[in-house]
Antibody, heavy 126, light 109 residues
Framework: EVQLVESGGALVQPGGSLRLSCAAS????????MTWVRQPPGKGLEWVAN????????YYVDSVKGRFTISRDNAKNSLYLQMNSLRAEDTAVYYCARVAGYCTKGVCYYLRFDSWGQGTLVTVSS | DIQMTQSPSSLSASVGDRVTITCQASQDISNYLNWYQQKPGKAPKVLIYDASNLETGVPSRFSGSGSGTDFTFTINSLQPEDIATYYCQQYDNLPPSFTFGPGTKVDIK
């Protein structure tokens, strides 16, 4: 059974930093892209970042570029999100998710988030 | 950037009703459109990928159609367990990025 378990959420002051972790099990972690998605309280979903299988290629939503860094350790079956210069608008439940589908020769097929963790709450407030 | 809109933002229907939600993209996204269900307090779950493909294990009363800019998601016979918020999501090829629609909340009348 695929399992994704996030941790690291906390209350942090504006301008502070936080590192989220996601422990994966039940599948071959090194064969899948991974992603972070966030959801502010009572609001909709926002994609945050992707990372490819090797970890050398990462992609971000504009609002977090330069502040957040997605990374992975395939030996530890773990995904991370380093969040710096946090703002009140970063307050959200953060989900890690597995990306199904694939890309080849510049075209992607069947990309979707097919397994999700339970989420971890990040609150940015003074 | 591609913008996604959904309508309606909420709806109430009776058990057994057919429910339809629409999603519109601000530009042609081919069939790169997924649908998710999120129940209160739970993580989202993918139901439909690439506009019309049913994810493994998802009941056949859920379906999707469309291409280009206009997409439709249908629940053929609404069940009490379908109470949730439904989101469409588009994806771009390279670089791969994703945008969710604002969501449609479905309640039982």
């Amino acid at each position: 059974e695929v399992q994704l378990v996030e941790s690291g959420g906390a209350l942090v002051q504006p301008g502070g930093s936080l590192r989220l972790s996601c422990a994966a099990s039940g599948f071959t972690f090194s064969q899948y892209w991974m992603t972070w998605v966030r959801q502010p309280p009572g609001k909709g979903l926002e994609w945050v970042a992707n990372i490819k299988v090797v970890g050398s290629e990462t992609y971000y939503v504009d609002s977090v570029k330069g502040r957040f860094t997605i990374s992975r350790d395939n030996a530890k079956n773990s995904l991370y999100l380093q969040m710096n210069s946090l703002r009140a608008e970063d307050t959200a439940v953060y989900y890690c998710a597995r990306v199904a589908g694939y890309c080849t020769k510049g075209v992607c097929y069947y990309l979707r988030f097919d397994s999700w963790g339970q989420g971890t709450l990040v609150t940015v407030s003074s | 950037d591609i913008q996604m809109t959904q309508s309606p933002s909420s709806l109430s229907a009776s058990v057994g009703d057919r429910v339809t939600i629409t999603c519109q993209a601000s530009q042609d996204i081919s069939n790169y459109l997924n649908w998710y269900q999120q129940k209160p307090g739970k993580a989202p779950k993918v139901l439909i990928y690439d506009a019309s493909n049913l994810e493994t294990g998802v009941p056949s009363r859920f379906s999707g159609s469309g291409s280009g800019t206009d997409f439709t998601f249908t629940i053929n016979s609404l069940q009490p367990e379908d109470i949730a918020t439904y989101y469409c999501q588009q994806y771009d090829n390279l670089p791969p990025s994703f945008t969710f629609g604002p969501g449609t909340k479905v309640d039982i009348k």
